[in-house]
C-alpha cells in the first residue's frame, strides 16, 4: 500500500505479520490490566460508602459492558487488518480522522504521563529500601515541579525504560506482554498468600460492610463509579484495531479479549481490596498505594523483587496501552514524515511536560474529571464508528480507498463530526463543574455527566444513523457528499 496515506507502519498488516494468537491477546491484556490504578480502582468506592463485594462486582460489570465495544471494533483490525486511524477514515473521512486520532492520542499520552509516573515512583521506592536514598531527608522540591529532583530524575529513568521499547517497535511489545504476564499474575498472587497468611481471623478481610442507609444512597454512587470503571478502558475500546490486526483470525481476537480483560481486572481488583484489608489488621490503617505498602513487607530482598515486579507491570500496561494509539495517531498526521517511531517519540515528550504527578495525586480529579471526563469524549467516537461499520456498512469497506484521499472516504465526512460535537454537547456542562469545582450549571447536568459514556455513546448512534441513513450505503459515495 502506497501513496500520501500511507507507511509501512499504517499499511494493512501481511499474513506474515499476522502471528497473534489467542492467547498472545489475553496476554496483551494481562500485561495493561494488572497495573497499580487497577489495583486502587475499588478504593474509591470503599471510600465513599461501598462495601468490598459491591466494588469489585461494580469493577467487573464495568468491564464487561466496554468489552463489548472492545471486541467489535476489533472486528475491522482484524478483517482488514488496519489501525484505528486508519479504520476510521471510513467514518471520519481521511481528513476527518485526525479528530478522532488525535483526541485519541492526547487522552494516551496523558495516561503515558500517570503510568510514567507511577513507574518512577517504584524505582525511588526501590532506592529508598536500598538505602541509596534517605527518602525522609528528600523533602527539598524543585520550583515549579512540587517534586523532588531525586524524584524527578527517577521519573525520567522509568521514562527512559519505555523509550527503549518504543524505538524497538511493535513486535518487542508483543515479546514485553508475552513474558510479563505470568510473572505479573505470579505476583499478584504471592501479595494475596501474603494478606491471607499474615492476618489472623481471614474473616476479617471480608468484613467490610456498606455504609448505605438507603437503596438511593448506593446508586448515586454505582453508576457515575461505574462510569469511570468503563472509561478506564474507553480509549483501548477505540484503538484496540491496533492490536487485532495482527491476530490470526476473528475468534482469536474475540476469546483473547474475553479471556484476558473482564477476568484480570477483576482479579486484581479482588487481590487490592484483600491486601488493603490486611494493611488496616496489621498497620491499624488503609494502604491502598502498593508501592507505599511494598517497603512495609520485610526484607530488603522481598522488598526489591516486588518493586521490580511493579515496575514491570507498569511498563508493560504503558507501552501497550498508551504509547501504540498515539504513536499510530500521530504517524497518521503526516505518514511520509512520521513513522511510528517519531509518533512514540512525541508520546514520550508530551508524557513529561504535562506533568502528570498532579493529576494522579488528586483521585478526586482522577476519577471525576480524568476518567470520566474522556469517557465523555470518546465514548461518541466509539458509537460513531460502530455504527458506521455494522449499521451502515455491514462490515464491507474498500480497503484502498481507506489510503486514498480523493476516494470515496476523502476528505472529511461533515456529519460524523456534527455528530461527535451533539454527543458531547450534553456532558460538557457537567465536565466543566467537575474540572473547576465551582457549580456554573444546574446540579442537573452533574446528574447527566455521572453516566457520560453511557449518554455519549448510544447518542452518537442514533444521530450518526438518522444523518448518514442512505448516504453510507453505497460503495461509490462519498461519506461527505
Known amino acids: 500500500m502506497s501513496g500520501s496515506l500511507s507507511n509501512p507502519d499504517l499499511a494493512p498488516?501481511?499474513?506474515?505479520?499476522?502471528?497473534?494468537s489467542m492467547w498472545h491477546l489475553a496476554a496483551?491484556?494481562?500485561?495493561?490490566?494488572?497495573?497499580?490504578?487497577?489495583?486502587?480502582?475499588?478504593?474509591?468506592?470503599?471510600?465513599?460508602?461501598?462495601s468490598w463485594w459491591?466494588?469489585?462486582?461494580?469493577?467487573?460489570?464495568?468491564?464487561?459492558?466496554?468489552?463489548?465495544?472492545?471486541?467489535?471494533?476489533?472486528?475491522?483490525?482484524?478483517?482488514?487488518?488496519?489501525?484505528?486511524?486508519?479504520?476510521?477514515?471510513?467514518?471520519?473521512?481521511?481528513?476527518?480522522?485526525h479528530v478522532a486520532a488525535i483526541a485519541r492520542a492526547l487522552v494516551a499520552c496523558g495516561w503515558f504521563g500517570i503510568q510514567t509516573w507511577i513507574g518512577g515512583w517504584a524505582i525511588y521506592q526501590i532506592?529508598?529500601?536500598?538505602?541509596?536514598?534517605?527518602?525522609?531527608l528528600d523533602t527539598n522540591k524543585l520550583p515549579g515541579l512540587g517534586i523532588t529532583l531525586t524524584q524527578f530524575l527517577c521519573f525520567?529513568?522509568?521514562?527512559?525504560?519505555?523509550?527503549?521499547?518504543?524505538?524497538?517497535?511493535?513486535?518487542?511489545?508483543?515479546?514485553l506482554e508475552t513474558w510479563a504476564a505470568p510473572f505479573l499474575l505470579l505476583m499478584g498472587v504471592a501479595l494475596l498468600v501474603w494478606a491471607v497468611t499474615k492476618v489472623d481471623d481471614i474473616g476479617a478481610l471480608f468484613a467490610q460492610k456498606s455504609r448505605f442507609e438507603r437503596p438511593g444512597q448506593f446508586w448515586a454512587v454505582f453508576f457515575p463509579q461505574l462510569t469511570a470503571m468503563v472509561g478506564f478502558w474507553a480509549t483501548l475500546s477505540l484503538n484496540i484495531p491496533d492490536f487485532t490486526r495482527?491476530?490470526?483470525?476473528q475468534g482469536a481476537q474475540a476469546a483473547g479479549q474475553i479471556i484476558g480483560l473482564p477476568t484480570t481486572m477483576t482479579l486484581f481488583c479482588f487481590i487490592g481490596v484483600v491486601v488493603t484489608a490486611a494493611t488496616v489488621l496489621l498497620f491499624g490503617k488503609a494502604i491502598w498505594d502498593p508501592v507505599a505498602l511494598v517497603p512495609m513487607l520485610g526484607s530488603t530482598t522481598v522488598v526489591v523483587i516486588a518493586l521490580f515486579a511493579l515496575t514491570i507491570a507498569t511498563l508493560s500496561t504503558n507501552i501497550?496501552?498508551?504509547?501504540?494509539?498515539?504513536?499510530?495517531?500521530?504517524?497518521n498526521i503526516a505518514p511520509r514524515a512520521i513513522s511510528f517511531r517519531v509518533g512514540g517519540l512525541i508520546t514520550c515528550f508530551i508524557?513529561?511536560?504535562?506533568?502528570?504527578?498532579?493529576?494522579?495525586?488528586?483521585?478526586?480529579?482522577?476519577?471525576?474529571?480524568?476518567?470520566?471526563?474522556?469517557?465523555?469524549?470518546?465514548?461518541?467516537?466509539?458509537g460513531i464508528m460502530l455504527c458506521d461499520y455494522f449499521l451502515l456498512r455491514k462490515t464491507r469497506l474498500d480497503l484502498d480507498a481507506l489510503y486514498d484521499p480523493k476516494g470515496i472516504y476523502g476528505g472529511v465526512n461533515w456529519r460524523a463530526i456534527i455528530t461527535l460535537v451533539l454527543a458531547v454537547l450534553p456532558n460538557l456542562p457537567g465536565f466543566i463543574n467537575a474540572a473547576t469545582g465551582m457549580s456554573y450549571f444546574p446540579a442537573f447536568f452533574d446528574h447527566i455527566y455521572s453516566y457520560a459514556w453511557f449518554v455519549g455513546l448510544p447518542l452518537s448512534v442514533i444521530v450518526y444513523y438518522v444523518l448518514m441513513r442512505g448516504r453510507a450505503l453505497p460503495a461509490d459515495q462519498r461519506p461527505g457528499e
Request: charged letters at 5%; aromatic letters at 14%.
Open 351 to 382: 508524557g513529561v511536560i504535562i506533568m502528570p504527578w498532579y493529576l494522579y495525586n488528586d483521585l478526586g480529579n482522577y476519577i471525576f474529571t480524568w476518567l470520566i471526563g474522556y469517557g465523555a469524549l470518546l465514548g461518541p467516537i466509539a
Open 156 to 175: 525520567l529513568g522509568f521514562w527512559f525504560l519505555n523509550l527503549i521499547v518504543v524505538l524497538r517497535g511493535i513486535e518487542s511489545i508483543k515479546i
Open 54 to 97: 459491591q466494588a469489585v462486582l461494580t469493577v467487573m460489570l464495568g468491564n464487561v459492558i466496554v468489552l463489548v465495544p472492545m471486541v467489535l471494533n476489533g472486528h475491522g483490525g482484524t478483517k482488514y487488518g488496519v489501525p484505528f486511524p486508519v479504520l476510521v477514515r471510513a467514518s471520519f473521512g481521511t481528513s476527518g480522522a
Open 28 to 50: 496483551l491484556w494481562v500485561g495493561m490490566a494488572v497495573c497499580i490504578p487497577t489495583y486502587t480502582l475499588a478504593a474509591n468506592m470503599i471510600a465513599q460508602g461501598m
Open 127 to 136: 532506592f529508598g529500601a536500598l538505602d541509596w536514598i534517605d527518602i525522609a
Open 246 to 249: 495482527y491476530c490470526r483470525s
Open 320 to 331: 501497550a496501552a498508551n504509547v501504540v494509539s498515539p504513536a499510530n495517531g500521530f504517524s
Open 13 to 20: 498488516s501481511t499474513i506474515e505479520q499476522r502471528t497473534w
